[in-house]
Structure formats: C-alpha cells, structure tokens
C-alpha cells in the first residue's frame, strides 16, 4: 500500500487506535520493519500462541519454536524472498498453538509503499487454514483409497490406508477394523495401525452382544455406539482394564454395512482422554465406514466371483464341459478354459473362431453352419451334436446347447455350452451291449427251461411226417398204386414240415444275437408266435392258456423277439404263481386290447393268472430290480429285463393284484399313428 493511504496512516499513528483496530480483525495481524523484523502483533497472537509479545518481536520469533520444526527453515526462506522482491506474496505453515498442537495457517505479506515505490515497512495477516487443510487431506486421502479399490490392491494395504488416514486427521485418536467373522458371531481385528498389538490380541474375537463394548455392541445394534469413559460406563466393563492399561479412556464404533444392509464388521475410534465425539470426528467416522464398506464388499464379491469361478471350472473339468459367446458384430469369440480343453489347445492360448472351427469333422461341418445360420435367422435355442478331429487325429463326440440372442446394445450374440460327451456315448454303447448280451442270456435261459414244451412242439409235426410218409409207402405199395391218397399224404408231409419250419424259425429268432431291429408289428402276431412255445410246457403243469386279442389292433414300433421275450417271461411267471394252485385257478389269461388317448393310442398285452398274487408287504416297485426275486431257484433277472425292454419301446411295465385271485402283469407301448 502507498502512503498517504488509510492504512499508511494508520501504520504512522503512535496512539493505540491502531493496536485496538488491529486487535478486532480476524486472525492473527502483524506488521513488520522494513527489514523483516515484527514491529507490532494483534491481541490474538498471545490467545493463540500463548507468548507475550516480547518473545516474537523483533526477530525473536525466529528463534522459538513458533513454527513446525519442518518448516521453519522454508518460513524463513520464503520470508526473505518476498522482502527481496518488494511484492506481496502467500505461504502455508504450521504454528504452534499454546497447547502444543500446530496448525495449518496461510501467511499472507505485502508491502508499504513511500510515495517513490520503496518498501519501509510489511503488513501481514495470517490464517487458520486447519480446517480446510485437513478436508482436503481427508478428500484427497479418500480418494487415493477409491482408487485403490478401483485397482484392485490388496484389502489389507486398503483398511491399513483407511485407519492412517483416520489417525493422521485427527490427534490423539487411534482407529481399527474389525471384521465380523465366518460364524457371524464373532469379530477379527482386520487393520491395526497404532494400537497397541498387546491389546489387540485381547480383545480379537470379541463376541457381538448387547454389552460386547463398543463395536461388539455397534454391530449388535445395528447402530453408533458411543463409551464417552471407558471407567465409568457399564459398556465399558468387559475390557475396561485392558483399555485403561493402554491409555485408551474413550471408544465409540459404527457398524459397516453392507449395500444390500448386511452387517460387514465395526470401525472403531479410541481416545486418550474421555470424552464424546465431535460433529468432525463423527463425520469423518462415517466417510470412512462408508469407504471400509465399500472396500470390504467389493473383496467379497471378488472373492466370491474367484471362488465362483473356481466352482465353474472345476465344474466344467469334471463334467467335460464348456461355455463360449460370440458377438457377431465385434466378430469377438470368448470361451472358458474348458472349451480349450475340449478342443485340444492350451487352456490360456485362447484360439480364435476359425482355429476352432478347424476341429469340426469334415462331414459335419456343413450341418454345424446351417444350424448356425437358422438361430440366427430364427432366433431361439439350438441343441446338436458333432465331432472334433483332435491334431493326434483322434476323434471326440461333442453335443452343443446354446440360443441366438439380441443383447442390451441390439447386437446379435451366440451363447452356448459344448459338452465332451465321448466318453459318456463310449459307456452308453457299451451298456447296450451289454444289456443286449443279458437279454440273450435270458432269452436262452428261458428256452432252457422250455427244452421239454419245445421238443414236444417240434416232435408233433416229426411224427405226423413220419406217420403221413408211411401211409404214402403203403398206398404206393397198393395194387394197383393209390396215387390219390399218396398225394394227400405228401401234402400232409408238406404241411407238417413247415409247421415244424415255423416252431424251429422261432426258436432260432429268439437264440439269435442279432442287435434289435425296430420295426413296425403287431402285438397280435407276438402274441401268437410265443403261446405255442409255452402252452404244452403249461399244459404239462395242468394250467390252461387262454388267449383274449382284440381284432384290429394297431401295430406298434418294436422289435418282436424282445417283446417276445418280455410276453414269455410274463407268462411263465403267472404259470410259476399258479402251478399250486386248485385246478380252477390252474389258469393264465393272455389279453391285448387299445387305450384311446387324446395324446395318442396306447396298446396294451396283459398277462393274468390266479396264484398266490402279490404280497402287499412289498413294494411293487421291487418287483423289477435286478436280482429281486420270489422264487425258490430264481436269478431276479427276468422281470428286470422286461422292463427294461418295454422302457427302451417308449413304453411302461407295471403290476397290480387281481380283485379276486393272483396277479395282472401288463405292458402298454404307443400305437404307430
């Protein structure tokens, strides 16, 4: 400022009514000589420093401990730059309060001007600025933890980061976080920075409760928990000792919830000194909860993504499995690892689509496309099976499940899953073989036991034969020769023949090994064919067959020596249950009629007897498990098989007892439309 100014003035007065002018403005005034030294200090300068004037006039401020021992020396640097450059200027600096405690100040110098341009004397005014400053740490602090989430670090380092920028902001405050634990009961300490680790220890594993201290009790509430002095609150009992001991006499705790409102854990602020948080310390509590929360729950969900991620791809080792998309716009191909491993590349190698592509068998790859191409132009899903040509030249079975979608932005995708189901197709292959191999066995094993009924059946037409030839003979043998009745006797002879024909035609069907052939019969004709091979065996045991067919019975799709199989093992059963019997029960009862059905016509092949029936103590359904059986000398093979049988025609095998006597054994498969 010039001369001649109010303030010039005012500098020139001798009186005290610049000193009382001095004394009313805000901050810390002060003016100085031309040389630097202080000259004069407003009456705030001893309320807030605690020094009377005679200790920092002159240049006796410079040998105190007025400012921070950091930046003393640059206060005295900068002092000196701004007198040399006879221009106002701006600095920040700590000064030391009368309690000990510095604060952040911004010193604010110019100059006074003679009416030539030179310098006789400084004004100055300085600031608190601690407020401020210390916002903006905390901002500046916050959003260097943010960050920190945002990168990812390590969650530790983050809540280590959030309890020292509690402590650094607020003095004589020490902070920690506390986690709740697995079992929800219990709390871990999960960032410590300055507390003492004797401590610590103590009180880890604090079990929540309504008097667990401070964050125990927060995290119980749901709510702040304030202990004003752990000596005298009841909160304060459980580690009161352990507290005091360590210089800890204040402890309040806010519990960390999570964005869906689960409890996460508490943060905890200690005093040294009882007393109640200000509005600042329960703000600055809250902003760091918030950022905690945030840090916390984003490790979680990481955690669990790592660990869901973990189950996908074990899941997909295990079951052969593998997931992929396709952005047809972006012509962008994902996959995980195992799509690598199904198509033989290294799991992290990432192929590209037309590496992939490349694996398609030469004769499938055509279908794969139109596939393709219809979800595409169709939408919906698409569900299909091909084979991949291994570099080895090896060959897998892949089935490949998935829909064309138009996602959020309206671009076209593919999203699917292909499952490696060579090893599964391998084992199915071979079970059928196997249970083509047991169902041989017991078609042989049952015409085993039918070795007399099947002799007597094939001896009938042999003996007629022999019987019809030698009547030939003896008409030819006749003078003169009969040629009429010869002829009758060879036609007979024919007819005996092929009827033996047909009975050794059956039986070589049913000893045959031949894999099944499903075609288009009548359970009529299966029906037949079977009852001549049992009947004389039946009739043997003094029981009657009686046949009851529906005339007009729709053909069915099956291959007719399994069923015939499955209609002889259902009616020597009824013949096992009714050997015993009365003679009046000595009956089985063989019937085939149509289930009308809106969804489709049934045929249906019912086998009853009167025997001993079924046992009400068992369970209908163990009827057909393998090697359950009722008999004195039988494997538990037979109905096992019948079901299976029926089940692979698309039909269902089932039992139910008679209203009078014995048991219905029945079976009904889909009429051919």
Same mark, same amino acid.
């Given at each position: 400022?010039?001369?001649?100014?109010?303030?010039?003035? &005012?500098?020139?007065?001798?009186?005290?009514?610049?000193?009382?002018?001095?004394?009313?403005?805000?901050?810390?005034?002060?003016?100085?000589?031309?040389?630097?030294?202080?000259?004069?200090? !407003?009456?705030?300068?001893?309320?807030?420093?605690?020094?009377?004037?005679?200790?920092?006039?002159?240049?006796?401020?410079?040998?105190?401990?007025?400012?921070?021992?950091?930046?003393?020396?640059?206060?005295?640097?900068?002092?000196?730059?701004?007198?040399?450059?006879?221009?106002?200027?701006?600095?920040?600096?700590?000064?030391?309060?009368?309690?000990?405690?510095?604060?952040?100040?911004?010193?604010? &110098?110019?100059?006074?001007?003679?009416?030539?341009?030179?310098?006789? &004397?400084?004004?100055?005014?300085?600031?608190?600025?601690?407020?401020?400053?210390?916002?903006?740490?905390?901002?500046?602090?916050?959003?260097?933890?943010?960050?920190?989430?945002?990168?990812?670090?390590?969650?530790?380092?983050?809540?280590?980061?959030?309890?020292?920028?509690?402590?650094?902001? !607020?003095?004589?405050?020490?902070?920690?976080?506390?986690?709740?634990?697995?079992?929800?009961?219990?709390?871990?300490?999960?960032?410590?920075?300055?507390?003492?680790?004797?401590?610590?220890?103590?009180?880890?594993?604090?079990?929540?409760?309504? !008097?667990?201290?401070?964050?125990?009790? &927060?995290?119980?509430?749901?709510?702040?928990?304030?202990?004003?002095?752990?000596?005298?609150?009841?909160?304060?009992?459980?580690?009161?000792?352990?507290?005091?001991? #360590?210089?800890?006499?204040?402890?309040?705790?806010?519990?960390?919830?999570?964005?869906?409102?689960?409890?996460?854990?508490?943060?905890?602020?200690?005093?040294?000194?009882?007393?109640? %948080?200000?509005? @600042?310390?329960?703000?600055?509590?809250?902003?760091?909860?918030?950022?905690?929360?945030?840090?916390?729950?984003?490790?979680?969900?990481?955690?669990?993504?790592?660990?869901?991620?973990?189950?996908?791809?074990?899941?997909?080792?295990?079951?052969?499995?593998?997931?992929?998309?396709?952005?047809?716009?972006?012509?962008?191909?994902?996959?995980?690892?195992?799509?690598?491993?199904?198509?033989?590349?290294?799991?992290?190698?990432?192929?590209?689509?037309?590496?992939?592509?490349?694996?398609? #068998?030469?004769?499938?790859?055509?279908?794969?496309?139109?596939?393709?191409?219809?979800?595409?132009?169709?939408?919906?899903?698409?569900?299909?099976? #091909?084979?991949?040509?291994?570099?080895?030249? @090896?060959?897998?079975?892949?089935?490949?499940?998935?829909? @064309?979608?138009?996602?959020?932005?309206?671009?076209?995708?593919?999203?699917?899953?292909?499952?490696?189901?060579?090893?599964?197709?391998?084992?199915?292959?071979?079970?059928?073989?196997?249970?083509?191999?047991?169902?041989?066995?017991?078609?042989?094993?049952?015409?085993?036991?039918?070795?007399?009924?099947?002799?007597?059946?094939?001896?009938?037409?042999?003996?007629?034969?022999?019987?019809?030839?030698?009547?030939?003979?003896?008409?030819?043998?006749?003078?003169?020769?009969?040629?009429?009745?010869?002829?009758?006797?060879?036609?007979?002879?024919?007819?005996?023949?092929?009827?033996?024909?047909?009975?050794?035609?059956?039986?070589?069907?049913?000893?045959?090994?031949?894999? %099944?052939?499903?075609?288009?019969?009548?359970?009529?004709?299966?029906?037949?064919?079977?009852? %001549?091979?049992?009947?004389?065996?039946?009739?043997?045991?003094?029981?009657?067959?009686?046949?009851?067919?529906?005339?007009?019975?729709?053909?069915?799709?099956?291959?007719?020596?399994?069923?015939?199989?499955?209609?002889?093992?259902?009616?020597?059963?009824?013949?096992?249950?009714?050997?015993?019997? %009365?003679?009046?029960?000595?009956?089985?009862?063989?019937?085939?009629?149509?289930?009308?059905?809106?969804?489709?016509?049934?045929?249906?092949?019912?086998?009853?007897?009167?025997?001993?029936?079924?046992?009400?103590?068992?369970?209908?359904?163990?009827?057909?498990?393998?090697?359950?059986?009722?008999?004195?000398?039988?494997?538990?093979?037979?109905?096992?098989?019948?079901?299976?049988?029926?089940?692979?025609?698309?039909?269902?095998?089932?039992?139910?007892?008679?209203?009078?006597?014995?048991?219905?054994?029945?079976?009904?498969?889909?009429?051919?439309?």
């Amino acid at each position: 400022m010039h001369r001649g100014s109010p303030a010039k003035e &005012a500098h020139l007065q001798a009186g005290g009514e610049l000193r009382g002018i001095l004394d009313e403005l805000p901050g810390l005034v002060w003016s100085a000589r031309q040389d630097g030294s202080l000259e004069l200090l !407003s009456r705030r300068w001893g309320e807030y420093t605690g020094k009377a004037d005679a200790e920092l006039l002159g240049w006796a401020w410079a040998e105190t401990d007025l400012f921070h021992p950091d930046d003393h020396a640059r206060v005295l640097e900068t002092w000196a730059a701004f007198r040399a450059s006879g221009k106002e200027g701006r600095m920040e600096a700590r000064l030391r309060r009368a309690d000990g405690v510095y604060r952040w100040f911004q010193i604010q &110098a110019g100059p006074v001007l003679d009416d030539h341009g030179g310098v006789v &004397a400084w004004w100055g005014l300085n600031t608190d600025i601690d407020d401020q400053k210390q916002a903006q740490a905390q901002a500046a602090g916050e959003q260097r933890l943010l960050e920190m989430i945002t990168r990812g670090e390590p969650t530790s380092a983050i809540l280590a980061g959030v309890v020292y920028l509690v402590e650094r902001g !607020s003095s004589g405050l020490r902070a920690s976080i506390l986690l709740l634990d697995e079992d929800g009961l219990t709390l871990r300490h999960a960032a410590v920075v300055s507390l003492p680790r004797s401590y610590t220890v103590a009180i880890d594993g604090t079990p929540i409760g309504p !008097s667990a201290f401070s964050c125990g009790t &927060a995290v119980w509430r749901r709510e702040l928990v304030v202990i004003a002095d752990i000596e005298n609150d009841p909160l304060g009992a459980l580690f009161r000792a352990n507290a005091l001991a #360590h210089g800890l006499r204040a402890c309040w705790s806010l519990p960390m919830l999570s964005s869906d409102g689960r409890v996460l854990g508490a943060f905890g602020i200690y005093a040294t000194e009882p007393r109640t %948080p200000t509005k @600042s310390d329960l703000d600055l509590l809250e902003r760091c909860s918030r950022v905690t929360s945030i840090a916390i729950e984003r490790s979680q969900s990481e955690e669990a993504l790592r660990r869901s991620e973990a189950y996908r791809a074990e899941a997909e080792r295990l079951s052969r499995t593998g997931t992929f998309g396709f952005d047809l716009l972006r012509r962008d191909f994902t996959m995980s690892d195992g799509i690598c491993e199904i198509v033989g590349f290294p799991s992290k190698s990432r192929p590209t689509f037309a590496e992939i592509a490349s694996r398609i #068998h030469d004769d499938d790859r055509e279908r794969v496309a139109d596939v393709v191409r219809q979800a595409l132009r169709d939408g919906g899903t698409f569900d299909y099976e #091909h084979r991949l040509v291994m570099e080895d030249g @090896s060959v897998k079975l892949v089935r490949v499940v998935g829909r @064309s979608r138009v996602n959020a932005a309206g671009q076209h995708e593919i999203v699917g899953a292909a499952t490696d189901i060579t090893a599964s197709r391998r084992a199915a292959d071979e079970l059928q073989r196997a249970q083509a191999a047991l169902t041989h066995v017991s078609r042989v094993t049952t015409l085993g036991e039918l070795a007399a009924s099947i002799a007597h059946e094939v001896n009938q037409p042999l003996a007629a034969i022999i019987a019809d030839a030698n009547a030939a003979l003896n008409w030819l043998a006749t003078d003169p020769p009969n040629l009429e009745r010869v002829r009758e006797s060879l036609t007979a002879v024919i007819g005996d023949g092929e009827r033996a024909g047909m009975v050794l035609l059956r039986i070589r069907s049913l000893l045959s090994r031949s894999p %099944p052939r499903h075609r288009a019969c009548c359970l009529n004709d299966v029906v037949r064919d079977v009852v %001549p091979l049992v009947a004389p065996e039946l009739a043997r045991q003094g029981l009657v067959v009686q046949r009851v067919l529906s005339p007009d019975l729709p053909q069915v799709s099956g291959d007719p020596v399994q069923l015939q199989q499955v209609v002889l093992n259902l009616m020597l059963n009824a013949a096992e249950a009714s050997k015993d019997m %009365p003679p009046a029960r000595r009956r089985v009862v063989i019937r085939t009629f149509v289930e009308r059905r809106a969804s489709g016509d049934f045929v249906h092949v019912a086998v009853e007897d009167a025997g001993v029936g079924l046992d009400p103590a068992i369970d209908k359904a163990r009827l057909f498990h393998a090697f359950y059986t009722t008999k004195e000398n039988g494997l538990g093979m037979g109905l096992s098989i019948s079901r299976s049988i029926i089940e692979r025609h698309g039909g269902k095998l089932w039992a139910r007892p008679n209203e009078g006597f014995g048991a219905t054994f029945a079976f009904a498969i889909g009429a051919l439309p």
